[in-house]
């Protein structure tokens, strides 16, 4: 009897579909979240599209994954391009700080994003984080990825089979489809 009745109590609970609060779901996920944020400069991130220019428009994307993020959790940011602020490739929960950062970014340089990705992966190889994520927010230039070649990419998947905890990677293209890639091929 008891059985049956616990039967019964167990489909109603699931039929209602309750929800989890917050602070449980990240407990129940791995605890705080530990974030790096890989961010294009490049100088093809200054064309505009809609009358808008693409860091704009990388900036209101890393700003939202910022604000994604709960109090405790922690990011870092890895600036893709020319001057790299290399102070920001260390995780910190000081989480408006990093939005100032992102603000005040301006294009420069050429985009390695292998490079980057390498680094970002570094900072997020600690064993006491347990809840990794990465995100790649850069405009749609084949130039920036050009180093993701097949042996990236094979060091990649070996590096990623040797985590204990898999990291969870967003890769977030701004820009249009329809836009061309763009590049300097001379100066007169």
Same mark, same amino acid.
């Given at each position: 009897l008891l059985l049956r009745m616990a039967m019964v109590s167990i489909l109603a609970i699931a039929l209602a579909r309750p929800l989890v609060s917050d602070s449980f779901a990240a407990?129940? !996920? /791995?605890?705080?979240?530990?974030?790096?944020i890989v961010l294009d400069s490049s100088l093809s991130t200054a064309t505009s599209e809609n009358h808008k220019p693409r860091m704009v428009l990388i900036q209101q994307q890393a700003i939202a994954v910022l604000s994604s993020l709960h109090?405790?959790?922690?990011? /870092?940011?890895?600036?893709?391009? /020319?001057?790299?602020?290399?102070? !920001?490739?260390? @995780?910190?929960?000081? =989480?408006?700080? =990093?939005?100032?950062?992102? !603000? !005040? @970014?301006l294009p420069t340089g050429q985009a390695n994003l292998a490079e980057s990705l390498a680094r970002a992966a570094d900072l997020l190889n600690h064993p006491?984080?347990?809840?990794?994520? =990465?995100y790649v927010i850069c405009d749609?230039?084949?130039?920036?990825?050009?180093?993701v070649d097949a042996?990236?990419?094979?060091?990649?998947?070996t590096r990623s089979q040797q985590e204990t905890v898999p990291t969870q990677l967003t890769i977030v293209p701004v820009g249009g489809l329809t836009s061309s890639n763009l590049a300097i091929t001379g100066v007169t």
């Open positions: 407990v129940a !996920s /791995g605890g705080q979240v530990s974030a790096v109090k405790g959790d922690q990011a /870092g940011l890895i600036i893709a391009g /020319g001057a790299a602020n290399r102070s !920001s490739e260390q @995780l910190t929960t000081d =989480l408006p700080h =990093l939005a100032d950062v992102v !603000s !005040s @970014l006491e984080i347990a809840n990794r994520r =990465l749609r230039q084949a130039v920036s990825w050009r180093e042996a990236f990419r094979a060091a990649w998947h």
